[in-house]
């Protein structure tokens, strides 16, 4: 079964400039989540999608940060401008059901983003 | 507001040396626990998931426990290979999952 698959793995940006990252979930899972991993913590989710609907963005930087999940498979999030802070790891994950929450969860190896 | 605290933040173990690695949480609603493991350059990789106090859950050197305000990740006779990071995610009654911020694990040969 292949894995969560997650591009590009590396990006470097200036401030102020944008960039999107790609997410394809594993094949009948219906709940696809972003997260913001920050050096040295863990991961913090930014969106959870189901099915192609939001289930939960409450700690999405709705004024530079923005996602979809197109027919309900792959994912785009984007953020635009960015800012130093930004930088961090971004994990795309999916579950099967996910709709309570309480199924595993597999994670592809993530985008590792710095903003110079 | 839910969190969870993780300790020791690093843990450094000679091989066969056992140990416990503890996760306390407040959390509004608790309906589950998970332990993931992380390596360096790479996504959560799912090890465990708890439901309720008492529950234990075990797999291979690793074995998980939980208790109303706590979970503890112990680990019998590491070797190198177990070297990670070890994060502990609580599921809240809204069905949100809150990751600690981990316990680095280092098994020196």
């Known amino acids: 079964e292949a894995g969560v698959a997650q591009s590009p793995r590396y990006k470097i940006i200036e401030k102020r400039q944008s960039v999107a990252f790609w997410c394809n979930p594993i094949?009948?899972?219906?709940?696809l989540y972003w997260y913001q991993q920050i050096l040295g913590q863990g991961p913090k989710l930014l969106i959870q999608?189901?099915?192609?609907?939001?289930?939960?963005d409450s700690q999405l930087p709705k004024d530079r940060f923005s996602a979809e999940r197109l027919k309900g498979v792959d994912s785009t999030l984007k953020i635009q401008p960015a800012k130093l802070e930004d930088s961090a790891v971004y994990l795309c994950?999916?579950?099967?059901?996910?709709?309570?929450?309480?199924?595993?969860?597999?994670f592809g190896p993530g985008t590792r983003l710095t903003v110079l | 507001e839910d969190q969870v605290t993780q300790s020791p933040e690093a843990l450094r173990l000679q091989e066969g040396e056992s140990s416990s690695l503890n996760c306390s949480y407040t959390?509004?609603?608790?309906?589950?626990l998970f332990w993931y493991r992380q390596d360096p350059g790479k996504g959560p990789e799912f090890l465990f998931t708890?439901?309720?106090a008492g529950e234990e859950k075990e797999k291979e050197r690793l074995k998980a426990t939980l208790t109303k305000k706590e979970s503890f990740l112990h680990i019998t006779a590491p070797k190198p290979e177990d070297s990670a990071t070890y994060l502990c995610?609580?599921?809240?009654?809204?069905?949100?999952?809150?990751f600690g911020a981990g316990t680095r694990l280092f098994v020196k040969a």
């Open positions: 994950a999916s579950s099967f059901r996910g709709d309570r929450g309480d199924d595993e969860q597999f």
């Open positions: 094949s009948g899972h219906a709940t």
């Open positions: 999608f189901q099915n192609n609907g939001v289930v939960d």
């Open positions: 959390v509004s609603g608790l309906r589950g």
């Open positions: 708890l439901y309720s």
């Open positions: 995610a609580p599921l809240n009654g809204g069905f949100k999952t809150i």
